[in-house]
């Protein structure tokens, strides 16, 4: 029995030994790669033309290839790991193999240090290879990294949908040094109009459709009583916020404000859910109103659109996408106008305060229960310059890095800052 326990004993302090060393192997002190989030208007622009590509030409039952910039992929992964855990990640293009890097801080309350993580994917029949893993100091065998390649493929067929239908979709992977090249058959969206899809978006689970079907059916039939009639930005995020506490008086409040700040976004613009949402398909489109902020629908429409960016990802892809909307128009549309950011920029800070926390959206909540205008949501933005052509924005300021660019954001920020709401 003594043996047996001494055994035991001995067994379990070298696993603790085991454990601890691989530890200290696994994390370091400080983050391998450390570099700035960017995202430009150049950027959004090409991601644009992919989406669109695949929205206007590729048919269900048909093949395609998306190709993707070096930089670009090297800068989302980037976006993505300091979104996702405040990390950095880098990737390194090379013909048919890419070397990616990845530092991860340690969640708070657990061992202080970062996760530094390296791996190479290589060109294969299919699937790429990976190869050359390390975390740390530990080097992983290239035969284990390919058998943990192939679990976790396997078990992503089988714990997710969406997961599945990618899967199934994807045929090849080509990397060069200037892009990489991903081959996929398109089937469909597969959609049920019957009942929610069995492919749902990551954002959008069962409860969170049913959150937005709520007020979606809330805001139509309130738009209803008032299709001939202008309504204010303040007035539609007053109703849409005393819903919330009518509809989920004990509930997750900072879920419900997003819900409702996604929903108000998509009424205001007059855009059908189903377009960004495939499992809405059977959903009524919006009801048509007029809502404007300040006056003008075209700010409500800025402002809501920076909101529900924010809501759903941060405020750098927010001000990114807002900046690529004013370059369009500077070409092609209404024209390059500074009261446009002012709108985006107010809208981003707005649902940026919100989502900092529970509390944070249930102050935000509380202070539009307790009444507000249009002008506590965006600062005065009249004498600003507006509707300016590519040529008139030139030549006034240069490029959207000019000293005098930013001197006129550097303004836009003031103004924003001294928004009442962003002082409690």
């Not at 995202?39 to 929205?55: F, G, M, S």
């Not at 199934?168 to 009942?195: P, Q």
């Not at 409702?260 to 949402?277: E, G, K, S």
């Not at 009261?339 to 944070?360: H, I, P, V, Y």
Request: glycine letters at 4%; proline letters at 4%; aromatic letters at 8%.
């Amino acid at each position: 029995m003594w043996k047996l326990l001494n055994l035991t004993g001995i067994c379990t302090l070298i696993l603790v030994v085991t454990l601890a060393i691989m530890t200290y192997l696994a994390i370091d002190s400080h983050p391998r790669i450390e570099r700035e989030i960017s995202i430009t208007p150049e950027q959004i622009a090409r991601a644009k033309d992919i989406l669109d590509t695949h929205r206007y030409q590729v048919r269900p039952g048909t093949s395609a290839t998306v190709r993707i910039q070096a930089d670009d992929l090297d800068n989302a992964l980037n976006y993505l790991a300091y979104h996702l855990a405040q990390g950095h990640a880098k990737v390194t293009m090379h013909d048919k193999s890419a070397q990616i890097q990845l530092s991860l801080p340690i969640p708070p309350g657990m061992i202080t240090g970062h996760l530094n993580l390296q791996a190479t994917l290589t060109e294969g029949k299919s699937f790429p290879e990976l190869s050359s893993v390390s975390i740390g100091k530990i080097h992983i065998p290239d035969i284990l990294a390919g058998q943990l390649t192939e679990k976790l493929l396997a078990w992503l067929q089988t714990a997710s949908p969406d997961a599945r239908a990618g899967l199934d979709a994807f045929r090849k992977l080509r990397f060069s040094r200037n892009e990489v090249a991903i081959s996929y058959f398109w089937k469909g969206w597969g959609i049920d109009k019957a009942s929610y899809s069995p492919v749902s978006l990551p954002f959008f689970d069962r409860q969170a459709l049913d959150k937005l079907s709520h007020y979606h059916h809330f805001l139509n039939e309130q738009n209803r009583k008032r299709v001939s009639h202008t309504i204010t930005l303040s007035e539609i995020l007053t109703q849409i916020m005393q819903e919330t506490v009518r509809h989920s008086p004990n509930g997750n409040v900072l879920e419900e404000f997003r819900a409702a700040i996604l929903v108000t976004a998509f009424h205001v613009v007059q855009f059908p859910l189903r377009l960004v949402i495939p499992e809405t398909a059977n959903w009524p489109d919006p009801v048509r109103i007029n809502v404007t902020l300040d006056g003008r629908n075209d700010l409500a429409m800025h402002f809501m659109a920076s909101a529900v960016i924010t809501a759903y990802s941060d405020t750098t892809l927010s001000n990114a996408i807002g900046l690529y909307k004013e370059l369009e128009d500077s070409r092609s549309g209404s024209g390059f106008s500074f009261n446009d950011l002012m709108a985006d920029r107010s809208g981003t800070r707005f649902t940026e305060k919100a989502m900092a926390s529970q509390d944070s959206a249930r102050r935000m909540r509380n202070i539009i229960l307790a009444g507000i205008h249009d002008t506590d949501l965006i600062p005065h933005w009249s004498d600003l310059p507006e509707h300016m052509s590519e040529t008139a924005f030139k030549a006034r300021f240069g490029s959207t890095s000019s000293p005098r660019y930013h001197e006129m954001m550097d303004k836009i920020e003031q103004r924003v800052a001294s928004l009442k709401w962003l002082r409690y």
